[in-house]
């Protein structure tokens, strides 16, 4: 980019010399653009979101895809957390309170089942093997 600065001289009366402060001023104003007038400023509105934090409750919906899936429950709560945190990048946090309530009952529920069978995997083979014993 090419930045030229031209300023125009145009003292008052021409027989007198230019001075170094009528100069430095002149100078500004063509670097810098005209003065802006002070009475009257421009007010700037900034809409700044307030940081809500809603769990989306994606970290857990993993951990039950991939430790604790009885009847692909943990995978529906994934897909429900993941459109949970959509909703709530959109802005729309009705939508995203909704599907984070939903993959939170499915987690809930894939996390009690989980553990119910493998308590159940643990003490059945035990019990049969007392058994035959």
């Avoid at 993993?62 to 709560?77: E, S, V």
């Avoid at 009690?112 to 493998?118: F, R």
Wanted: proline content about 7%; glycine content about 4%; charged content about 10%.
């Amino acid at each position: 980019m090419n930045h030229t600065v031209q300023t125009f001289f145009s003292p008052v009366n021409s027989s007198q010399p230019l001075n170094y402060e009528m100069l430095k001023e002149e100078h500004e104003v063509a670097v810098l653009g005209a003065p802006h007038n002070p009475a009257s400023p421009t007010p700037t509105v900034v809409h700044i979101r307030s940081k809500t934090s809603m769990p989306d409750h994606v970290v857990w919906s993993l951990f039950n895809t991939l430790f604790m899936n009885p009847c692909c429950l943990g995978f529906i709560a994934f897909a429900y957390s993941v459109k949970s945190r959509d909703r709530k990048m959109v802005g729309d946090v009705t939508g995203a309170q909704a599907y984070a309530s939903t993959a939170k009952c499915l987690n809930i529920w894939a996390l009690i089942l989980g553990i119910l069978m493998t308590i159940l995997l643990i003490v059945i083979p035990v019990l049969i093997f007392q058994a035959y014993r």
